[in-house]
């Protein structure tokens, strides 16, 4: 078992940065590939990036390339996501996701561990 737990979420302006972390801790963090998936209201879970577990690859989804970036400290077990450039439309919970074989596959069924979720709000 892999708990994962987020950090970092908050209310900010268009425009502006956020740092989110997500501290893992269980089985060895460093074996697995890490994603962040977000969900709007009304929305279904959309996937935003994902990092594989020697930090080598890395894989976003369109509406955020550019502007997020996804990291990791095997180290620390924390993966990160560095936010800029927000918009009123990455408004979302965000949600830390571990597990993963293959970090192009989005679908949520590809992750087996998942955290609680943070919100972020962004104001335009």
């Known amino acids: 078992q892999v708990q994962l737990v987020e950090s970092g979420g908050g209310l900010v302006q268009a425009g502006g940065s956020l740092r989110l972390s997500c501290a893992a801790s269980?089985?060895?963090?460093?074996?697995?590939?890490m994603g962040w998936f977000r969900q709007a209201p009304g929305k279904d879970l959309e996937f935003v990036a994902a990092i594989s577990w020697s930090a080598h690859r890395t894989y976003y989804t369109d509406s955020v390339k550019g502007r997020f970036t996804i990291s990791r400290d095997n180290a620390k077990n924390t993966v990160y996501l560095q936010m800029n450039s927000l918009k009123p439309e990455d408004t979302a919970v965000y949600y830390c996701a571990g597990g993963g074989i293959d970090i192009r596959n989005v679908h949520y069924s590809e992750y087996d561990y998942w955290g609680q979720g943070t919100q972020v709000t962004v104001s335009s």
């Open positions: 269980g089985r060895t963090f460093s074996n697995y590939n």
